[in-house]
């Protein structure tokens, strides 16, 4: 892939046009566009599709509540640690191949995922999945960034969102009838050829960039001690259910990562080519960004984690009908997103976010009100409402952060900003999946002595409990088909409840984010072109 690649300075001039050589296929801003959102497309999809084909794999191969949610978790937590670091290796080598490695080890981490025969080997692969997908986004906006002229960056960037948002929304369908028609493994499989499409486009289209001031050396210190404090909070929030949230084993990782956190500042604040400047962070729209897509991604993904539950195992549809029926969720992003990016560039982001995020917690609002007797129209108002509000704070929010950070730190405004929605996605899961386990804890030791079902030992309520969390009715073979209609509606009446109050915690964390949008404000760089920082 080297021999092909041209570097090119990016230019200094906000009004410089796009150079001469451009003018053929390699470096066209549009087929940038084309050629990256291609490769962003599969990561992005991969985000949600592997929700709908969960219950399938748990199914197949006896994976537990906690196994599942580790083909999740294992994902963003990659994603999470390594996604910044990752930004900075393409402004240092280059963007454009840092996204080729990326999509090839992206396809083959999929393609393996696909021919594992054990939870454990899906799990270790997602996690692979997700170091690549670390390389490949921020990457993307990278290149993004170095090749549009400053009066098409936030149409380009606006696109580049409602690539994510669509793909993140279109997740379920696709998912559905590939785990219905095909198998769940196909669910991975095909990333394969979307990676070889996205590969090909990359070697003939993509132009390698070069910020003139771009970073020629690493701060190898400030990674390890960036990667550790990630890694030991996101790590504290997915084993907090399980350990407890008193538990000594969850605060003390909590308190690593707040000392690696504050020598990491320290360390940043002296080095003298930081991995993050923190003087990045004195733009407060730049942080509104950061904190908003953080809030945005843990009502969003920690919530739609339940609902695919909720439509399979409690409603009873098959994967393809549980994706049809989140059609409004998709259709409202797709079509929201132009409507949110063509009202951004007019108003600017303040407004469509927070407005965006007030129909987000009314949505969430409403799926707290859902219940086995719920009609198709409610459900799909909810799931309308909910797309329509996460349209513009998906295609906003990057504006957003990578506006108001120096072309120099494109790739780590690109990590910054996809960081802060991974690591939202696991506090969602975590967070709203300690509410959901700890709601059903509470409540099915009584509404399973209510309805004057058999006792159970401790450890089989313990395990009725784990299948409850999933909407799962623990009826054992044989049971009388009277006894076993008790226990389906008691389980199915504890997740509803259950999931009613983790929706009302997203809807709480939905209301917060309305006024961090309020501090937000469009990128200076964006509008200055690609010139230097103006922080």
Not at 19 to 36: C, D, E, I, N, S
Not at 184 to 212: K, T
Not at 389 to 412: D, F, K, R, W
Not at 427 to 455: E, F, I, R, Y
Request: hydrophobic share 55%.
């Amino acid at each position: 892939m080297t021999s092909q690649t041209t570097v090119e300075k990016a230019p200094k001039d906000p009004q410089d046009p796009i150079p001469a050589q451009v003018k053929g296929l390699r470096g066209h801003p549009w087929l940038t566009l084309f050629a990256v959102a291609i490769g962003v497309m599969m990561v992005a999809l991969d985000g949600t599709i592997v929700a709908i084909a969960n219950p399938a794999i748990q199914k197949d191969l006896g994976a537990t509540f906690a196994d599942v949610q580790w083909i999740t978790n294992g994902y963003f937590l990659a994603l999470a640690v390594t996604l910044i670091t990752a930004g900075k290796l393409g402004d240092r080598f280059g963007h454009r191949q840092t996204f080729l490695i990326g999509v090839v080890g992206f396809a083959a981490a999929s393609a393996a995922i696909g021919l594992s025969d054990s939870i454990t080997l899906v799990v270790t692969f997602r996690v692979l999945q997700g170091l690549f997908g670390a390389l490949l986004m921020p990457a993307a906006l990278g290149l993004l960034r170095a090749t549009f002229p400053a009066e098409k960056l936030n149409m380009a960037i606006g696109i580049w969102g409602m690539v994510i948002g669509a793909s993140t929304a279109g997740g379920p369908i696709l998912g559905g009838l590939l785990v219905e028609h095909v198998s769940w493994q196909s669910v991975f499989f095909i990333n394969v050829p979307v990676g070889v499409i996205a590969l090909v486009l990359g070697v003939l289209i993509l132009r390698d960039h070069r910020a003139e001031n771009a970073p020629r050396s690493f701060d190898i210190l400030g990674i390890l001690l960036l990667s550790t404090a990630m890694f030991c909070l996101v790590w504290a929030l997915i084993k907090a259910p399980a350990w407890g949230w008193g538990d000594g084993r969850t605060w003390g990782f909590i308190a690593a990562s707040v000392v690696c956190f504050a020598f990491f500042a320290y360390w940043e604040n002296r080095v003298a080519e930081p991995l993050i400047p923190l003087k990045l962070f004195r733009s407060v729209p730049l942080a509104a960004g950061t904190v908003l897509m953080v809030l945005m991604a843990i009502a969003f993904l920690g919530g739609l984690f339940f609902v695919t539950f909720f439509l399979q195992n409690v409603h009873g549809m098959s994967p393809v009908d549980s994706g049809l029926h989140l059609l409004p969720l998709t259709g409202m992003m797709i079509v929201g997103s132009p409507l949110a990016g063509a009202m951004i560039t007019k108003t600017g982001p303040r407004v469509p976010l927070a407005g965006g995020m007030v129909l987000t917690a009314v949505a969430m609002f409403g799926m707290s009100t859902l219940d086995t007797d719920t009609g198709s129209l409610p459900m799909s108002i909810w799931f309308a409402l909910l797309g329509l509000g996460l349209a513009p704070v998906m295609v906003g929010a990057t504006e957003v952060i990578v506006g108001n950070a120096p072309m120099e730190l494109s790739g780590v405004a690109g990590g910054l900003q996809q960081a802060a929605m991974q690591i939202g996605g696991s506090l969602g899961t975590a967070v709203l999946g300690a509410v959901m386990a700890s709601k059903v804890d509470s409540d099915l030791p009584g509404n399973w002595a209510d309805a004057q079902l058999p006792p159970l030992s401790p450890a089989q309520l313990d395990q009725a409990s784990e299948a409850v969390q999933v909407g799962v009715p623990p009826v054992a073979p044989g049971t009388p088909p009277e006894l076993a209609e008790k226990i389906v509606g008691v389980a199915h009446d504890t997740f509803i409840s259950g999931m009613g109050l983790a929706c009302l915690v997203a809807a709480g964390v939905a209301t917060v984010a309305v006024f961090v949008a309020l501090l937000t404000k469009r990128g200076a760089n964006a509008d200055a072109g690609m010139g230097g920082a103006h922080i």
